[in-house]
């Protein structure tokens, strides 16, 4: 029970910050009347449950609160089994939106949200929702797949996986599809393809995919699809194809499958060339040495995949750095393009070698210590943008994922949750330093909406912004 009022428009000033989950409001209330108050509060909390109760059974009192959803229009004097019944479907409404709430709160984009409702909700208004963005981008002809990828978590954020993947699709198939996006549990990414007439389809589709994909060096990352279907109807039936693939090769025989992509021994031979340092890079290439000589059911072809990326990340670091020099770039290139010429780990751990030396002999020892503390300067000064690791390590012409790696090391915690409890440290001083209201502290840490904000707030500091707000002001309480 978050309170009452006799004045609507009081209830709004004490409800807006963390508005109830249930408003049961009178049409006829001083200073807003119920319906006012209930349209206010449903643009602060969209999952709002609104019972509206009247003296006067008129039609345009009605037919407001059928525009808003109300769950009931009670007419008084209101007999108590009809409020329980009525009252009951309002928490059945909310039952419903929570099972989602946890993962659509960690959706950035609205893309994501319209492939979640799609695939994930029994209702007609999310296919209409859907259908009305297909049309406004002008794909009025277009088929659709929905897919599954398995991602490795410690190689990508989520945001900047979505972003990749959206490029990548955008580059290879040349406008003719769009990929729509939402993070789901145990690393999977969960989403459908829109494709034009001109796209391929099907097998074709996802044979182009993972070639781009490879090419491109976005590893570690596996492809499960159901069936293209010419409505977005037939979309959830896609989506259990695509889950269904996923787990036969979960049930398969383990053992006869492939090992995973070592991407951090990837990401490690890398940096070794990053930190210009001979030893750690002689070290990392034995350990390459170790684990395709000594692991079993390793494909030829992923480890030729594994080469191609570190000489394409080795090639990035040059271009990168001060010390250009075109015939090891060029070189580096020769070696991708003719990759399929060598048939010997051997042979590659060679060419790394020599290859890896001549870089190291470009490479200019950076200083991951100056470099964290910098970017740490830069998120505190820039609290209120929309900050995420992918746009500061390009700001800071450092990889993403290395970044990450360099701010564990370095602070004892990873990037993204250095940046939030940045941002709670902040809200914490607003919130006790000024009367500035929750929304308006929530965008100067960066949230747009207020909603989340207390969701995060909390996780952090155990209890609402309100609350902790209340808390700093009584004389001998404690925030």
């Known amino acids: 029970f978050s309170g009452e009022s006799s004045d609507g428009q009081e209830a709004f000033d004490v409800n807006v910050e963390n508005p109830p989950d249930i408003l049961i409001a009178d049409v006829r209330m001083p200073g807003l009347d119920g319906l006012q108050l209930a349209e206010k509060l449903l643009f602060v909390n969209p999952h709002l449950q609104v019972v509206i109760v009247s003296g006067y ?5 009605a037919r407001r609160a059928i525009s808003i959803k109300a769950v009931s229009y009670l007419l008084k004097p209101i007999e108590a089994q009809e409020l329980q019944k009525t009252l009951a479907r309002a928490v059945q409404a909310l039952d419903k939106v929570r099972e989602n709430e946890d993962l659509r709160s960690r959706i950035p984009f ?10 994930e909700s029994n209702e007609g208004e999310s296919i209409a929702r859907f259908e009305q963005w297909v049309h406004q981008q002008g794909w009025d002809r277009a088929s659709y797949m929905a897919l599954v990828l398995s991602f490795d978590p410690s190689g990508y954020d989520f945001d900047g996986f979505f972003q990749i993947v959206q490029l990548l699709v955008e580059k290879w198939f040349e406008k003719t599809a769009i990929v729509l996006l939402y993070e789901g549990k145990d690393s999977l990414a969960h989403g459908i393809v829109i494709l034009s007439s001109e796209a391929p389809k099907g097998a074709e589709f996802l044979r182009k995919l993972s070639q781009s994909m490879t090419l491109e060096n976005l590893l570690g990352v596996t492809v499960y699809a159901g069936d293209s279907v010419g409505s977005a109807n037939d979309l959830r039936a896609s989506h259990r194809q695509a889950l269904r693939v996923l787990e036969t090769r979960k049930a398969g025989d383990e053992s006869a499958l492939p090992p995973p992509y070592p991407l951090d021994l990837q990401k490690d031979l890398v940096a070794s060339i990053l930190l210009a340092d001979e030893k750690l890079f002689l070290t990392n290439l034995d350990r390459v040495r170790h684990y395709f000589s000594e692991t079993p059911n390793i494909p030829f072809a992923t480890i030729r995949v594994f080469f191609h990326a570190v000489t394409s990340e080795i090639i990035k670091l040059i271009l990168d750095g001060e010390n250009w020099a075109s015939p090891i770039i060029e070189q580096g290139l020769d070696f991708c393009s003719g990759l399929y010429e060598y048939h010997d780990l051997p042979s590659l751990l060679g060419w790394l070698d020599v290859y890896g030396r001549k870089a190291l002999l470009l490479s200019s020892p950076i200083n991951v210590g100056k470099i964290v503390d910098e ?3 830069y998120l505190e000064q820039n609290l ?4 995420s690791l992918n746009r500061v390590s390009s700001l800071f012409r450092v990889n993403s994922s290395y970044l990450s790696t360099m701010f564990m090391k370095r602070r004892g915690v990873g990037f993204l949750d250095y940046l939030t409890r940045l941002r709670m440290s902040k809200a914490r001083d607003l919130l006790v330093g000024s009367d500035t209201n929750v929304g308006r502290i929530a965008a100067q840490v960066g949230y747009d909406d207020v909603r ?13 912004p309100s609350e902790f707000r209340k808390r700093a002001e009584e004389p001998s309480g404690q925030a």
Not at 57 to 61: C, D, G, K, L, V
Not at 384 to 387: F, K, P, Q, R, S
Not at 453 to 464: A, I, Q, R
Request: some cysteine.
């Open 57 to 61: 059974n008129e039609f345009e009192y």
């Open 110 to 119: 609205l893309e994501g949200k319209l492939a979640l409702d799609v695939l």
């Open 375 to 377: 970017v740490a300067k």
């Open 384 to 387: 209120h943008e929309a900050l």
């Open 452 to 464: 989340y904000f207390g969701k995060v707030f909390k996780k952090y500091e155990g209890c609402m």
